[in-house]
């Protein structure tokens, strides 16, 4: 309440009470009271004295005879209204109703009901548009003690008479209950008040009634009476609502059996039967097998033996006819950490309402928040355990809200209470009580319970260490059940006659208790262990069966569709990660940072050239792409790593709610790839602006970009398949020292170990590595497409096959055919064998010639044989190579002279400097890389075939052996498939998609976790 | 429009509306049994007059008593003129009635009025 409001209501108080004849010395307590409700301490004295000035209390009268007034002055009339119009301004409706009431109580105090006094409060009430006959009632429920005077419908009478003469006043009957417990609902603001006119001490949520006070009985309140039962705002708000059904609803365990994996028994056979409205415990010593009962009732886990019955329906068995109608609330936290509560909430709600609008939606939120008194927190972020921002218990009131906000018609809750405050407690299963009486049947694993929690449960199900059943009934009787069973003495008493208090713990020591051996030292030796406990439950138990109902559950789960869910999975990540300002600022900062330091690291020249910095001579720009792919990589693995082990659990609750593993799959996908794009493209940007790679950003981002995307289906495949996120980054480096190591640059392909590889091809294993797609994309689109090479390179093509054919190609061929002519006569078999290879060779050589050699008329199959093979042969043959030569040589001097004159063309007609236009578009070190022209030798012979490699770039792959086959050399310029020829850079972006493709497969049939799994087996 | 002339009596305010003649006045005692009953048709006929009203209104309050519930009607009153163009009030109390003078003070905060106040 703010200090002006409370100031207003001050001098409220003090107009109202200088009427007729004055403050009182009790009413001044009940005004100094309601200070010490609201305010601290000190400050309580402050507002004591502005009541004191404004009433006039402990005024000398300085002998002045006062003339009793008796009409109010119109001062303080007018004053009244000023007030009750700024508290207008400012409380709601519900708070005006408060305050009314605090006003009439305060008359109410002294009894001093004059009409001056009423009057004025009538106003104020029509003041705070209040209803007419509603202010009668508060009126009356206030003001009045003995409520037989009384008939309002929105009045009810708790008491311990069986019969009360009222017509309209709604009645409890309770036992045991002192006097009269009285409730008014203000329907107009949907509030209820109790108060208590009796001599019992009545705990209200945990704070003693006084007698005649009137309290505001708030959501999800109870109030207990000493020996009486106690009453729950839902038992009581039902009696105000006319339209209360209960659901139709019917819960049967059979003979459950459950074994685990490794031949331990969980449960052994539990009968389990209810019907709606029922909130049941589930209480056993550790490892008794509770929450294994509970995975198993709730269809999580499937029973070895026997069945779960919904309304006759098979949970286990058909899963999909019960869909919606089970909610499960396990240990875990199920939060997302990075949303606020209403957020959490609001999205969960999303994913099961399709047909609820916005307004809808928020409002059922909201219902849900207020219900669980988190209402006041909606806008917190939850934080994580350790850095809080909401208490444990309201984390746990949230995580029931999730469930809750879609009535689910079961429920099962694993320990809710589990490190709460025992206040904090006591609401969580005051709710679930709340829950139950609105028809819900509720399944709790409790563990410890106090005394005032064991009571609210309905039923209890005990359990005994190896899954046995030894107790399943009223949570009371369990105590003298077992104090009965062991014959202790007062076994009749389950409770404390003088406190009403149950020990749930005694039902333990009871169970547990171990027999003493002679020196009065506990064995570890049970007196009565778990099979004779189970024995004794069997025979002392029937179960009273309910009948199986044949409607379908109530249920009211409506799933959006699957484009839908994505949306709403995609707004929901993307809301937690833009909340985590530490993970996005990191995330956008890293790929910038790490450009910057790469770029201005490796920014050189060498020195001897001089002068400034010329990109031309940067010596290294083939490390840098490199390393850029490195850190696309890095940074597309690290970032997807652990997201779907940060969901597992949330993904674990959704379960519930069958929620499309496409959609969850694919919004992440998305956010990482857009995520991704942001990073590749900062990166590409500022680490090519400082190298100064002019005009190549979309092809560096495009390769970069894809390669991010194929480590971020990586990533999400080792997260869905790893179980903690530990294991995860310890994978990364496995994943990425190969994709460094088979990415082409750091190690030559051709000087490999033998058995990966082949020469004149990529080997296969390093074909597995979208580095080194990545890699051979940007370095041949950089190298051809470059705005300098661009209008050079089919030009330069022919002048470097034609230098090759000339220079190299023919001088071994003819070296071929020599050797032939000179040994085909020989009558050594190994000479012979080196003939007939070296005859092969040429022939497979001169295949790539067939054009030139078709005016012939020589059949080089059977010529470049042993048997056709001879002197003529090789004559001819000679001559034709000589031809072919000069072919070639014109071909070279044509393409060089089209070449200058194409450049001459160009320096005249434009602007055009080559040598300028070399420096900013041309880098040297990158075409050494990829005419790899550091090798040793240009022309190698391998497998009968000479192996070109020199130029790769400018090498057109070998003919493909079948339609599938698409291997070629490194840095090839195009690549086969299909009898086509593709441009390598979109060829191998296309192969990084397959890639990622086929690692989305793996990812949504959850591939590599199945793996694991058969061999952790 | 017709005149709404009240006599006033021991409970009841003196009450004149004229339109035609501009004249405008609640005077008297104010401490009717149900003030929201006697106000009204004063609620009613302001309701009309402020349709099509005077260009200059000039309210006249010459109260020597009114009880709390009258004084919520008041200030109903006085929001309705609120919302007439041209209208002010003339505020009359007794010389020695400092509580009317405070009364008509707090009024004129409560309401977006120019206020004139003038002792009898």
Redesign the interface.
């Known amino acids: 309440m703010s200090e002006e409001i409370l100031k207003a209501l001050t001098q409220l108080f003090a107009i109202i009470t200088k009427q007729d004849g004055g403050v009182t010395e009790n009413e001044r307590d009940y005004i100094i009271r309601f200070f010490q409700q609201e305010l601290d301490k000190d400050s309580v004295k402050e507002y004591v004295d502005l009541y004191d000035q404004f009433v006039g209390y402990n005024v000398e009268d300085n002998g002045e005879v006062k003339v009793e007034k008796k009409l109010t002055s119109v001062k303080d009339s007018v004053k009244t209204l000023a007030i009750c119009k700024k508290i207008n301004k400012t409380l709601t409706q519900k708070q005006k109703v408060i305050v009314l009431i605090k006003i009439l109580e305060l008359v109410a105090s002294d009894k001093n009901l004059a009409f001056q006094r009423m009057e004025i409060i009538d106003t104020i009430s029509n003041v705070f548009n209040i209803g007419k006959d509603e202010f009668k009632l508060i009126e009356a429920f206030v003001l009045t003690e003995d409520f037989a005077s009384l008939d309002f419908s929105d009045l009810l009478v708790v008491n311990s008479e069986p019969i009360i003469p009222n017509p309209q006043l709604k009645h409890i009957f309770t036992e045991n209950l002192n006097g009269t417990i009285l409730f008014m609902k203000v329907d107009s603001v949907d509030l209820y008040f109790v108060k208590y006119i009796g001599k019992d001490d009545l705990i209200l949520n945990g704070f003693i009634v006084k007698y005649n006070h009137v309290y505001l009985f708030s959501n999800g309140s109870t109030i207990k009476g000493p020996k009486s039962a106690p009453l729950y705002y839902s038992d009581l708000i039902v009696n105000f609502q006319a339209d209360f059904k209960a659901n139709k609803l019917s819960f049967n365990a059979k003979a459950l059996e459950y074994k685990f994996k490794n031949g331990g028994i969980g449960l052994r056979n539990v009968n389990i039967s209810e019907g709606p409205g029922k909130l049941i415990g589930i209480m056993g010593a550790s490892g008794a097998g509770k929450t294994t009962l509970l995975n198993v009732l709730a269809g999580i886990e499937s029973p070895t033996d026997g069945e779960v019955l919904i309304n006759g329906i098979n949970i286990h068995k058909e899963k999909d006819k019960i869909q919606g109608v089970i909610g499960y609330v396990s240990q875990d936290d199920l939060l997302i950490e990075e949303l606020t509560v209403y957020q959490n909430l609001y999205y969960n709600a999303k994913l099961c309402f399709k047909d609820l609008n916005e307004a809808e939606l928020d409002k059922r939120v909201i219902e849900v928040l207020s219900s669980l008194g988190l209402e006041q927190r909606k806008d917190l972020k939850v934080g994580s355990v350790l850095d809080k921002t909401i208490s444990g218990g309201q984390r746990k009131r949230l995580n029931i809200a999730l469930e809750l906000i879609r009535e689910p018609a079961v429920m099962f809750v694993d320990e809710p209470t589990s490190g709460l405050s025992s206040r904090d407690s006591e609401n969580v299963i005051d709710l679930l009580k709340e829950l139950s009486l609105k028809g819900k049947l509720i399944f709790v694993v409790i563990h410890q319970p106090s005394s005032d929690i064991y009571k609210m449960f309905d039923k209890m199900f005990i359990m005994d260490t190896g899954g046995y059943p030894i107790f399943y009934g009223n949570p009371v009787e369990a105590v003298t059940y077992f104090k009965k069973a062991t014959h202790q003495v007062d076994s009749e008493r389950g409770q404390c006659g003088v406190c009403g208090n149950v020990n749930p713990e005694q039902i333990f020591n009871i169970i547990e208790a171990k027999v003493v051996d002679e020196y009065g030292q506990f064995t570890n030796k049970r007196k009565v262990n778990p099979q004779q406990w189970n024995e004794l439950f069997t025979e002392k138990f029937k179960l009273d069966k309910t009948e199986d109902i044949k409607e379908q559950p109530p249920k009211n789960l409506k799933i959006p569709s699957k484009l839908k869910q994505i949306l709403i999975f995609t707004t929901r990540d993307f809301l937690s990660k833009i909340s985590n300002k530490q993970y996005l600022i990191i995330n956008l900062l890293e790929a910038p940072l790490l450009a910057f330091l790469l770029a201005f690291v490796i920014r050189y020249k060498n020195v001897t050239e001089g002068g400034a910095y010329v990109y031309r001579f940067n010596e290294n720009i083939p490390a840098f792409i490199l390393i850029a792919i490195v850190v696309a990589l890095f940074m597309g693995l690290t970032v997807s790593a652990e997201e779907i082990i940060k969901d597992r659990k949330i993904l674990k609750r959704e379960a519930f709610l069958n929620l499309s593993r496409t959609s969850y799959l694919c919004s992440k996908l998305s956010i990482l790839f857009f995520l991704s794009a942001i990073q590749t493209l900062s990166f590409v940007l500022l680490g090519n602006y400082i190298l100064e790679i002019d005009s190549m950003t979309f092809s560096y981002w495009l390769a970069l970009f894809s390669i991010s995307c194929f480590a971020n289906v990586l990533g999400l495949n080792v997260s869905s398949a790893f179980n903690s996120a530990v294991t995860v980054y310890i994978i990364i480096p496995l994943l990425l020292i190969p994709q460094m190591v088979l990415s082409g640059l750091l190690f030559s392909f051709d000087k490999l170990n033998n058995m990966i590889s082949t020469k004149g091809k990529v080997p296969i294993i390093a074909d597995l590595m979208a580095s080194r797609w990545a890699y051979e994309a940007i370095a041949v689109y950089h190298y051809k497409n470059n705005p300098y090479q661009a209008s050079f390179y089919t030009l330069e093509k022919e002048t470097a096959v034609a230098d090759f054919k000339e220079a190299y190609w023919l001088p071994q061929v003819l070296e071929k055919i020599t050797f032939s002519q000179n040994n085909y006569k020989s009558t050594d078999d190994s000479v012979k064998r080196e003939v007939a290879l070296s005859l092969d060779l040429i022939k497979n050589e001169l295949a790539g010639e067939k054009d030139f050699m078709a005016g012939n008329k020589l059949d080089l199959d059977k010529v470049l044989s042993m048997e056709g093979f001879n002197d003529e042969v090789a004559g001819k043959l000679r001559s034709q190579l000589e031809a072919l030569e000069k072919f070639y040589l014109e071909k070279f001097s044509k393409a060089e002279s089209l070449k200058e004159r194409f450049i001459a063309l160009k320096e005249s007609k434009f602007d055009f400097k080559l040598n300028d236009f070399k420096d900013k578009y041309f880098n040297e070190s990158l075409s050494d890389l990829v005419r790899n022209v550091n090798a040793k030798d240009r022309i190698i012979e391998y497998e009968n075939r000479l192996l070109k490699q020199s130029d790769p770039v400018y090498t057109d792959p070998v003919k493909p052996a079948s339609f599938l086959d698409y291997r070629t050399h490194f840095f090839a310029p195009v690549k086969h498939m299909f009898g086509v020829l593709y441009d390598t850079f979109y060829f191998n972006i296309i192969v990084i998609w397959l890639m990622s493709l086929i690692l989305y497969f793996a990812l949504y049939f959850e591939v590599f976790k199945k793996i694991i799994e058969i061999f952790s087996k | 429009m017709e005149i709404l002339n009240l006599e006033g009596a021991e409970d009841t305010p003196k009450i004149i509306l004229d339109k035609n003649n501009g004249i405008f006045e609640i005077s008297g005692r104010s401490?009717p049994e149900d003030s929201a009953e006697f106000y009204r048709p004063i609620l009613e006929w302001l309701g009309k007059y402020g349709a099509s009203p005077n260009p200059k209104t000039s309210f006249v309050f010459k109260?020597e008593?009114?009880?709390?519930?009258?004084?919520?009607l008041i200030?109903d009153i006085l929001s309705k003129l609120e919302d007439i163009p041209g209208m002010s009030v003339m505020w009359y109390y007794n010389e020695d009635d400092?509580?009317?003078q405070?009364?008509g003070e707090?009024?004129s905060?409560?309401v977006e009025i120019p206020f004139e106040f003038k002792t009898y």
């Open positions: 401490l109260l008593y009114f009880n709390t519930a009258s004084s919520k200030l400092e509580d009317m405070e009364a707090e009024f905060e409560l």
